[in-house]
C-alpha cells in the first residue's frame, strides 16, 4: 500500500483545513488513521476509521473538531479539521491499518504516508 497525504498548510486560529490521503495498490478494505507528531514531541494518534467507515474513533484533544471519512471507491480518507488551534500544529501522517478494524496503536499500522505540514498561527 502506497500513501500520498496532502492539504497541509499554514492556517489562523479558527480556521479549518482538510487533509486528504490517497491510497494506491489496495488499503480498501484496512482500517485508516491519522496521526500528527509536533516539533520535539512524540507521534500520537488523531483519528481512525474502519474498512467501510462505519466506525471512527477520535483522540480526546481532537474530538468534536476533526471529522474522519473515507471514500473506498476513490480509496481517499480524509480528515476534516475545524476550529484549528495552534497546538495542533504539526506533521500530519496517514496509515493504513493491518486489520479492518479501528485501532488508536501506531504498531496496527504497517503502511505510512510520508506526512503533511499543518501549522496553525495564534
Known amino acids: 500500500v502506497q500513501l500520498q497525504a496532502c492539504g497541509g498548510g499554514l492556517v489562523q486560529a479558527g480556521d479549518s483545513l482538510r487533509l486528504s490521503c490517497k491510497a494506491s495498490h489496495t488499503g480498501s478494505n484496512n482500517a485508516m488513521g491519522w496521526f500528527r507528531q509536533a516539533p520535539g514531541k512524540e507521534r500520537e494518534f488523531v483519528a481512525a476509521?474502519?474498512?467501510?467507515?462505519?466506525?471512527?474513533t477520535y483522540a480526546d484533544s481532537v474530538k468534536g473538531r476533526f471529522t474522519i471519512s473515507r471514500d473506498r471507491i476513490k480509496n481517499t480518507v480524509l480528515l476534516q479539521m475545524n476550529s484549528l488551534k495552534p497546538e495542533d500544529t504539526a506533521v500530519y501522517y496517514c496509515a493504513a491499518a493491518r486489520s479492518s478494524g479501528v485501532t488508536r496503536l501506531p504498531s496496527g499500522y504497517p503502511n505510512w504516508g510520508q506526512g503533511t505540514l499543518v501549522t496553525v498561527s495564534s
Open positions: 476509521i474502519n474498512w467501510n467507515g462505519g466506525s471512527t
